[in-house]
C-alpha cells in the first residue's frame, strides 16, 4: 500500500511567492532598519563613559546567503575584549569575581526586527 497524490492546476501562485521572496530586499530600505538599529542599541547600551554606546555601526552585506544587516561595535577594552559583548554576556574580574551580564542588545533590535519583519510580509504579499 502506497500513498497517492492528486494534483490538479498549477504552481503559478507558489512560483510567484518564491520569485518574489527572492528579491525582497530590493523594495526595502535596508539602511533605514540599520540605522534605527544603531540607535536603538546606542539608547539601550549601559552607559558610564558613553564609549561603547557610541562606537555602534551597521553594515549591509549581500553575497550567496542573501542579505544581512550586521550591527557591530567598535569599542575593544584593552585592545582585545568586546565591551559591548562583555556588557551582553557578563565577565570575569581581575579580582576572581564575576560581572552579570545584562541583557539589551535584543530588546533594542527586537522593534526593529518586528518592524522590517512586517515590511518584508507586506513586500511578498505585493502590498
Known amino acids: 500500500m502506497g500513498i497517492k497524490f492528486v494534483h490538479h492546476g498549477n504552481f503559478s501562485k507558489t512560483e510567484k511567492f518564491f520569485r518574489r521572496s527572492k528579491d ?8 533605514k532598519y540599520g540605522q534605527a538599529g544603531v540607535e536603538a542599541l546606542r539608547e539601550y547600551t549601559p552607559k558610564d563613559t558613553g564609549l561603547t554606546a557610541n562606537s555602534w ?13 550586521i550591527w557591530s ?16 554576556f557578563g565577565h570575569a574580574t581581575g579580582n576572581g569575581g564575576f ?11 527586537r522593534p526593529i526586527f518586528n518592524e522590517l519583519a512586517e515590511q518584508a510580509w507586506k513586500e511578498m504579499r505585493g502590498k
Open 73 to 88: 561595535n567598535s569599542n575593544l577594552g584593552k585592545g582585545w575584549a568586546p565591551i559591548a559583548i562583555l556588557l551582553q
Open 57 to 69: 555601526y551597521y553594515e549591509i552585506v549581500h553575497d550567496t546567503d542573501g542579505t544581512r544587516i
Open 99 to 109: 560581572v552579570e551580564g545584562q541583557d539589551y542588545i535584543n530588546p533594542a533590535l
Open 24 to 31: 525582497i530586499t530590493r523594495n526595502i530600505d535596508l539602511d
